[in-house]
Antibody
Framework: QVQLQESGPGLVKPSETLSLTCSVS????????WSWIRQPAGKKLEWIGR???????YYNPSLKSRVTMSVDTSKNQVSLKLTSVTAADTAVYYC????????????????WGRGTLVTVSS | DIEMTQSPSTLSASVGDRVTITCRAS??????LAWYQQKPGKAPKLLIY???TLESGVPSRFSGSGSGTEFTLTISSLQPDDFATYHC?????????FGQGTKLEIK
């Protein structure tokens, strides 16, 4: 079955760039949207944005100025970069597959990775 | 942004109980609401989408209902495996937003 695995540094210094990769196994990333979602400790989940396999993106306006997502179809991976991080960016970061069972152009998240904790600290 | 509010934040119940969790949206999102179950250290798991459609493989004791701005998740007879945190999420419009979560604890 399709599995998602996030990877990247667990510790990032303030003002630097957070970089994470989501590796998809057991299926192709083509024909799907892929989202990044984060959850600070004790807080609600926050949707960061999504990327289609073609490379088209939509970012949460609250993070748009600092976020870049990309896709590497040859490696079956999607990536997230978040610039100028602060302690407020400390969170567990998840990648998820967007799915639209009824083909009505409304997507929910049917598969999630286990998440990776990123701490922003000097 | 659409604000999602869940109640209660914490719910204590016993095995066999029937429980209901409510999720309210700051504007109409019908029917684009999903429910997820999350256990400590694990990824969220999709339970229900389009407010009331059960994801494949999810036990039938889980059900969802509602429309407009008010939605509910009901577990008809709690099992030991159901003690977890439940999140609602709207996917009616960008940016997608989640409720703050409801932690279901063993009484």
């Amino acid at each position: 079955q399709v599995q998602l695995q996030e990877s990247g540094p667990g510790l990032v210094k303030p003002s630097e760039t957070l970089s994470l990769t989501c590796s998809v196994s057991g299926g192709s990333i083509n024909s799907y949207f892929w989202s990044w979602i984060r959850q600070p400790a004790g807080k609600k989940l926050e949707w960061i944005g999504r990327i289609f396999a073609s490379g088209s993106t939509y970012y949460n306006p609250s993070l748009k100025s600092r976020v870049t997502m990309s896709v590497d179809t040859s490696k079956n991976q999607v990536s997230l970069k978040l610039t100028s991080v602060t302690a407020a960016d400390t969170a567990v970061y998840y990648c998820a597959r967007d799915y639209d069972a009824d083909r009505v152009f409304y997507w929910y998240f049917d598969l999630w990775g286990r998440g990776t904790l990123v701490t922003v600290s000097s | 942004d659409i604000e999602m509010t869940q109640s209660p934040s914490t719910l204590s119940a016993s095995v066999g109980d029937r429980v209901t969790i409510t999720c309210r949206a700051s504007q109409s999102i019908t029917p684009w609401l999903a429910w997820y179950q999350q256990k400590p250290g694990k990824a969220p798991k999709l339970l229900i989408y389009k407010a009331s459609t059960l994801e494949s493989g999810v036990p039938s004791r889980f059900s969802g209902s509602g429309s407009g701005t008010e939605f509910t998740l009901t577990i008809s007879s709690l099992q030991p495996d159901d003690f977890a945190t439940y999140h609602c999420q709207q996917y009616n419009s960008y940016p997608y937003t989640f409720g703050q979560g409801t932690k279901l604890e063993i009484k």
